[in-house]
């Protein structure tokens, strides 16, 4: 039950204290399940992301459920989910609630353009945290990948499909070898 109970509670806190969507949150999420709580090794972690991000959904909430699957299976899911779910469920209730009053705010669209920066390194570091461990040939497949994403506007999926299937193909590969 403590298990159950830390891992809502880890999922709270990353759920409340990240603006800036999904990507944000990954390296608050990797802090906590790594070098915190010790639930992972970075390498599990990077797999699990790598789920995360080929599911349909968002990848902070689908991080968290493969996390919670993976310490505790279906109750860990559940109470990974809830802990992300929560804050901004309520957030955004309460924005909702009072929306008319602030849109036109010069303080809260100050606060906002002030956070930019912030987000922006949020979804910077655990691209560069996860590309340590990359050799420069897949660097820079990595970089050409992601410049035709953004120059073509291709759906990643469709890289993503190809990386898998690659990827089966060379583990194939390699096993003949042996």
């Given at each position: 039950?403590?298990?159950?109970f830390d891992?809502?509670?880890?999922?709270?806190?990353?759920?409340?204290?990240?603006?800036?969507?999904?990507?944000?949150?990954?390296?608050?999420?990797?802090?906590?399940?790594?070098?915190?709580?010790?639930?992972?090794?970075?390498?599990?972690?990077?797999?699990?992301?790598?789920?995360?991000?080929?599911?349909?959904?968002?990848?902070?909430?689908?991080?968290?459920?493969?996390?919670?699957?993976?310490?505790?299976?279906?109750?860990?899911?559940?109470?990974?989910?809830?802990?992300?779910?929560?804050?901004s469920f309520?957030?955004i209730l309460?924005?909702?609630?009072?929306?008319?009053?602030?849109?036109?705010?010069?303080?809260?669209?100050?606060?906002?353009?002030?956070?930019?920066?912030?987000?922006?390194?949020?979804?910077?570091?655990?691209?560069?945290?996860?590309?340590?461990?990359?050799?420069?040939?897949?660097?820079?497949?990595?970089?050409?990948?992601?410049?035709?994403?953004?120059?073509?506007?291709?759906?990643?999926?469709?890289?993503?499909?190809?990386?898998?299937?690659?990827?089966?193909?060379?583990?194939?590969?390699?096993?003949?070898?042996?």
């Amino acid at each position: 039950m403590r298990l159950l109970f830390d891992i809502f509670w880890s999922f709270l806190k990353i759920g409340a204290f990240t603006f800036g969507g999904g990507y944000a949150m990954i390296p608050l999420i990797q802090h906590e399940v790594i070098t915190l709580r010790r639930w992972l090794g970075e390498g599990e972690f990077v797999e699990l992301l790598t789920l995360a991000q080929a599911a349909p959904g968002p990848i902070s909430l689908n991080t968290a459920v493969f996390v919670g699957y993976k310490m505790r299976r279906y109750s860990g899911a559940l109470a990974a989910v809830m802990g992300v779910v929560i804050p901004s469920f309520v957030i955004i209730l309460i924005v909702a609630m009072f929306f008319a009053d602030i849109r036109n705010n010069v303080w809260v669209d100050a606060a906002f353009r002030g956070m930019r920066p912030a987000v922006v390194a949020l979804i910077v570091a655990p691209i560069v945290g996860l590309a340590r461990g990359m050799n420069a040939w897949l660097m820079a497949v990595a970089v050409a990948v992601a410049l035709v994403v953004w120059y073509f506007a291709i759906s990643p999926v469709w890289f993503l499909l190809v990386g898998a299937v690659g990827g089966v193909l060379w583990a194939a590969y390699q096993c003949k070898k042996c």
